[in-house]
T-cell receptor
């Protein structure tokens, strides 16, 4: 089945220690998104890639970076995690950026714990 | 700016009872509306969406939602729920011509035997 895969499902890191979360997709979609979701809150868009073009949300902290080396993979790098960065991180894809109509396809998420 | 409010954080209901999950949005332009469902240990997946045309949209598993422009609502309903409908449901909105989707905080539906 075509899908969006996130590894690992749970990630524990130490305060200030860089961490990378991974996402891969077999859907061959052009767009990949990263969302942050804190407990009982809405998923919040951090950034997205349209093909190789990177688009950062205005309020995404500089501490968060992303890489997309090819169509299938996208990484979320947190350079110096703080306690406030503990959250579920969701990766999603969509076929295109078709004027708001596109369905997004989500991975199961990676839960990050910062000690 | 767009926003989405899901009025209930948790909705417990008995099996075979009807359910309504409420969603209100705000936007100054035309919108598209979505309901996503997240089953335990899985990613969000699309349940149904409204783009244009008939204001009543249906999913394959018996849910329906009605776009009400005057009340800026997109409530999700099912006349008779099953245990397997236990999940978290997210309402989302995107602006026509835009690319960004805004999600609500989710409603946890608990279906009890």
């Amino acid at each position: 089945d075509a899908m969006v895969i996130q590894n690992p499902r749970y990630q524990v890191t130490q305060f200030g220690k860089p961490v990378t979360l991974s996402c891969s997709q077999t859907l061959n979609h052009n767009v990949m998104y990263w969302y942050q979701q804190k407990s009982s809150q809405a998923p919040k868009l951090l950034f997205h890639y349209y093909d190789k073009d990177f688009n950062n949300e205005a309020d995404t902290p500089d501490n968060f970076q992303s890489r997309r080396p090819n169509t299938s993979f996208c990484f979320l790098d947190i350079r110096s995690p703080g306690l406030g960065d503990a959250a579920m991180y969701l990766c999603a894809t969509s076929r295109d950026l078709l004027a708001g109509e596109e369905t997004q396809y989500f991975g199961p998420g990676t839960r990050l714990l910062v000690l | 700016a767009q926003s989405v409010t899901q009025l209930d954080s948790q909705v417990p209901v008995f099996e075979e009872a009807p359910v309504e999950l409420r969603c209100n949005y705000s936007s100054s332009v035309s919108v598209y509306l979505f309901w996503y469902v997240q089953y335990p240990n899985q990613g969000l997946q699309l349940l149904l969406k409204y783009l244009s045309g008939s204001t009543l949209v249906e999913s394959i598993n018996g849910f329906e939602a009605e776009f009400n422009k005057s009340q800026t609502s997109f409530h999700l309903r099912k006349p008779s729920v099953h245990i397997s409908d236990t999940a978290e449901y997210f309402c989302a909105v995107s602006e026509a011509g835009g690319f960004k989707t805004i999600f609500g905080a989710g409603t946890r539906l608990f279906v009890k035997a």
